[in-house]
């Protein structure tokens, strides 16, 4: 098995990835750079479909991610991840509820 290296100093994946306020992911731009390298287009501009269709593919490769991807790879995920699932939420505040997804309290 592969062992990440991580240097002293070095923040980890969770520390790296867009803050998230609750509401809404915070980033200084909307599209990320890493070394001269733009990481995905601003969500704001993808179509419905193609949003609904870049959250399906980062769902269906989290756990693989979360498990063997490097700590850049995985930051780059989470990051992702925010970013999308806060513009979905921003286009469908009233989203349906599943009844039968909700807690008795």
């Not at 390298?37 to 989290?62: F, K, M, N, Y």
């Not at 063997?68 to 925010?82: E, I, V």
Request: glycine content about 4%; proline content about 5%.
């Amino acid at each position: 098995m592969t062992e990440s290296v991580r240097r002293p100093g070095d923040a980890s994946p969770e520390q790296r990835v867009t803050e998230w306020d609750g509401d809404h992911a915070h980033a200084q731009t909307t599209v990320t750079e890493v070394d001269g390298e733009l990481l995905g287009v601003d969500p704001a501009e993808l179509a419905d479909e193609d949003l609904i269709r870049e959250l399906r593919s980062l769902h269906r490769t989290r756990l693989d991610t979360l498990r063997h991807a490097a700590d850049s790879a995985l930051a780059n995920h989470l990051r992702r991840t925010a970013e999308l699932e806060t513009e979905y939420l921003a286009r469908h505040p009233g989203r349906e509820v599943d009844p039968s997804r909700l807690r008795d309290v």
